[in-house]
């Protein structure tokens, strides 16, 4: 994994400066905040906080952004997700108290990724147009997702709950004085981040139809089975779709294409190519094995229904 392994140092002196930071916490915090950062750590196998951690490298390339401001961008990062991630958890939980903790931490962890962002960029600059907008953004998926069915819909909407990622690669463009390439990086970005989801989804299948979170894959299920938006499905009707019906192909035929459009737009982030094309596969592969274990089951079958006839 280049996309990785050449930032490791990188991201060594950013989570740790983010420890340090955390470490003067008010003390019931201290520790929660360190065991989270942990969880979000990828020199530690959080494979999900990638993007996060590392988008400003990615795109030093096309940007021109010092090293030094992509370790800046980084840091505020990781606190940025942190306080996503303790939203998302307080939002997804059906727990009514206990959460008063995680929410001030979670504060507190806005109080850093601002205050980096302010030492970055001036009031004046138009990244804080930025900001509000992906802001809005998550704000609007994170309410609207079930209602207005995105994957199907408006499926670039899909990443929006991960829009404030985006302003890691906006500040790069910003820093490295290439905002000319501020239409493409956001469109490569957001790209990413739909894809993204989508595996993620065809991890958490189970656990969002337990508890009604929206979910793309089942969203595809169901249009698969001309069922209606926000229609339930029983965990063994998903299972058939997924081994019987090969759901996961077609499924894993959008990532493709997501891929194919990433290729064609005109940046230079060959990292960024890679990390998406990683996901792309994952699926594709799983839905391989799936489709060709299952075929492998079907001409075993009619082995023995054939065996079964005298000769």
Same mark, same amino acid.
């Given at each position: 994994?280049?996309?990785?392994?050449?930032?490791?140092?990188?991201?060594?002196?950013?989570?740790?400066?983010?420890?340090?930071?955390?470490?003067?916490? +008010?003390?019931? !915090?201290?520790?929660? %905040?360190?065991? *989270? &950062?942990?969880?979000?750590?990828? @020199? /530690?196998?959080?494979?999900?906080?990638?993007?996060?951690?590392?988008?400003?490298?990615?795109?030093?390339?096309?940007?021109?952004?010092?090293?030094?401001?992509c370790r800046r961008l980084g840091l505020a990062g990781v606190f940025m997700m942190l306080h996503y991630c303790?939203?998302?958890?307080?939002?997804?939980?059906?727990?009514?108290?206990?959460?008063?903790?995680?929410?001030?931490?979670?504060?507190?962890?806005?109080?850093?990724?601002?205050?980096?962002?302010?030492?970055?960029?001036?009031?004046?600059?138009?990244?804080?147009?930025?900001?509000?907008?992906?802001?809005?953004?998550?704000?609007?998926?994170?309410?609207?997702?079930?209602?207005?069915?995105?994957?199907?819909?408006?499926?670039?909407?899909?990443?929006?709950?991960?829009? +404030?990622?985006? !302003?890691?690669?906006? %500040?790069?463009? *910003? &820093?490295?004085?290439?905002?000319? @390439? /501020?239409?493409?990086?956001?469109?490569?970005?957001?790209?990413?981040?739909?894809?993204?989801?989508?595996?993620?989804?065809?991890?958490?299948?189970?656990?969002?139809?337990?508890?009604?979170?929206?979910?793309?894959?089942?969203?595809?299920?169901r249009a698969m089975t001309n069922r209606p938006p926000g229609a339930w499905l029983t965990p063994d009707e998903?299972?058939?779709?997924?081994?019987?019906?090969?759901?996961?192909?077609?499924?894993?035929?959008?990532?493709?294409?997501?891929?194919?459009?990433?290729?064609?737009?005109?940046?230079?982030?060959?990292?960024?190519?890679?990390?998406?094309?990683?996901?792309?596969?994952?699926?594709?592969?799983?839905?391989?094995?799936?489709?060709?274990?299952?075929?492998?089951?079907?001409?075993?079958?009619?082995?023995?229904?054939?065996?079964?006839?005298?000769?």
């Open positions: 994994m280049e996309w990785f392994d050449e930032y490791k140092e990188d991201l060594e002196v950013v989570f740790a400066e983010a420890a340090r930071l955390i470490s003067s916490f +008010p003390d019931p !915090l201290q520790e929660m %905040g360190l065991r *989270y &950062l942990d969880k979000s750590n990828s @020199l /530690l196998g959080d494979s999900n906080s990638y993007v996060c951690n590392l988008l400003p490298f990615w795109l030093q390339e096309a940007t021109g952004v010092e090293r030094s401001d303790l939203l998302d958890d307080v939002m997804d939980s059906s727990e009514q108290s206990g959460w008063h903790k995680p929410l001030a931490l979670g504060q507190l962890f806005y109080i850093e990724y601002e205050r980096v962002y302010r030492q970055l960029f001036p009031a004046s600059t138009p990244f804080w147009n930025h900001y509000n907008q992906y802001t809005a953004e998550w704000a609007e998926a994170v309410s609207m997702e079930r209602e207005h069915d995105f994957f199907l819909n408006d499926r670039v909407r899909v990443g929006h709950k991960a829009s +404030p990622v985006k !302003l890691s690669a906006i %500040g790069a463009a *910003y &820093l490295g004085r290439t905002e000319y @390439l /501020l239409p493409v990086i956001a469109a490569a970005v957001e790209m990413v981040l739909v894809t993204l989801q989508m595996s993620d989804d065809a991890e958490d299948w189970e656990v969002d139809l337990r508890e009604g979170s929206y979910n793309c894959l089942l969203s595809w299920i998903v299972r058939q779709a997924i081994t019987v019906s090969d759901a996961l192909r077609g499924y894993a035929d959008i990532a493709a294409e997501n891929h194919a459009q990433l290729q064609r737009l005109p940046v230079a982030a060959p990292h960024l190519l890679a990390f998406h094309q990683a996901i792309a596969d994952s699926l594709r592969q799983e839905a391989e094995y799936i489709y060709e274990k299952k075929n492998k089951l079907l001409a075993g079958g009619f082995s023995f229904i054939l065996s079964s006839f005298p000769s």
